[in-house]
């Protein structure tokens, strides 16, 4: 609530634009309209509100490494609200309230870089074994980029692993978890690109 001088504005009664004025003991006072929807919880409203809680929870534990992931993303706005918009869009599944986050569909790097033709992921007790092919040598000293997650946990390693190693045996202490969710990128020589990720799940 602000006080208003007179000869301010306008006295009394009245509205301008989101501002409600009125009188009180001679003085004529201006507060902000409540908003309309402040209160309203249609199925939409609630709809979007799980999505934005479901994105949320997981783009949080990647929170620095979307940094360097969407940063090709980041124009007129934060790589992190880049990486919301992506999965806001396409990482979601099922309708109110049964809203989940599609792992699937999720994608912790987006850029330009060219991926390896064929990668795969095997794990064994105290590592996961990364490998991929590498036909294009100009590419050859592009670095890895690994990430994995539980429902709670998290871990991810900016290696610098080249291309044209071929295989990185990553020792994360993830390593033992069932239900794992793997996700492999590259990043360019000059740092300034990263190819989009790809997604793998590891049942054992």
């Known amino acids: 609530m602000v006080k208003v ?3 301010l504005l306008i006295s009394g009664g009245g509205s301008i634009g989101n501002l409600v004025f009125y009188t009180r003991n001679g003085n004529t006072y201006a507060r902000t309209k409540p908003s309309q929807y402040r209160d309203k919880k249609s199925q939409a409203q609630l709809a979007q509100r799980k999505k934005f809680d479901v994105v949320l929870r997981f783009l949080k534990k990647f929170k ?3 940094r360097i992931g969407f940063a090709g993303e980041a124009i007129g706005r934060s790589a992190f609200q880049a990486a919301q918009s992506y999965h806001l869009k396409h990482a979601v599944k099922g309708e109110y309230p049964d809203i989940e986050f599609d792992y699937s569909k999720s994608k912790l790097c987006s850029g330009n870089v060219k991926f390896p033709e ?4 095997s ?3 105290d590592h996961i074994l990364i490998e991929w092919e ?3 040598v100009k590419n050859m000293n592009d670095t890895l980029i690994v990430a994995a997650s539980t429902s709670i ?3 991810y ?3 610098g692993v080249r291309r044209s190693m071929m295989k990185f045996k990553w020792f994360t202490n993830l390593s033992d978890y069932t239900g794992l969710h793997v996700w492999v990128a590259f990043r360019n020589e000059k740092e300034s690109d990263v190819s989009d990720s790809l997604y793998f799940y590891l049942e054992r």
């Open 64 to 66: 620095v490494l979307l």
């Open 123 to 125: 794990k064994a007790e």
């Open 134 to 136: 590498m036909p294009e």
């Open 118 to 121: 064929q990668v795969s992921i």
């Open 153 to 155: 946990r998290c871990d």
């Open 5 to 7: 001088k007179k000869g």
């Open 157 to 159: 390693q900016i290696t």
